[in-house]
Nanobody, 116 residues
Framework: QVQLVESGGGLVQPGGSLRLSCAAS????????MTWYRQAPGKERELVAT????????NYADSVKGRFTISRDNAKNTMYLQMNSLKPEDTAVYYC?????????WGQGTQVTVSS
């Protein structure tokens, strides 16, 4: 059974940093591309960043380029999102996502709030 569990969200001031984690289980983690999405209140879910199984390729939404870094530790079956220079518009629920065994899989999400 595929499980994706996010953690690390919270309240942070503008300009601050947070690191999100996504712990994965139930599949061979290193073989799969992993993605972070986010959904702000009243908006559609949007892709934030994606990383291939080996970590050799990453891609980012224009809105987070230069501020966010996606990474993974395949020995720990965990993906990360380091978020720096946070802005109020980064406020959203952040989700971990993967297509495994031909099915989409989502975590439960972790809330990130950027506010003074």
């Amino acid at each position: 059974q595929v499980q994706l569990v996010e953690s690390g969200g919270g309240l942070v001031q503008p300009g601050g940093s947070l690191r999100l984690s996504c712990a994965a289980s139930g599949f061979t983690f290193s073989s799969y591309t992993m993605t972070w999405y986010r959904q702000a209140p009243g908006k559609e879910r949007e892709l934030v960043a994606t990383i291939t199984g080996t970590g050799g390729y990453t891609n980012y939404a224009d809105s987070v380029k230069g501020r966010f870094t996606i990474s993974r530790d395949n020995a720990k079956n965990t993906m990360y999102l380091q978020m720096n220079s946070l802005k109020p518009e980064d406020t959203a629920v952040y989700y971990c996502y993967a297509v495994v065994f031909g099915r989409t899989n989502w975590g439960q999400g972790t809330q990130v709030t950027v506010s003074s």
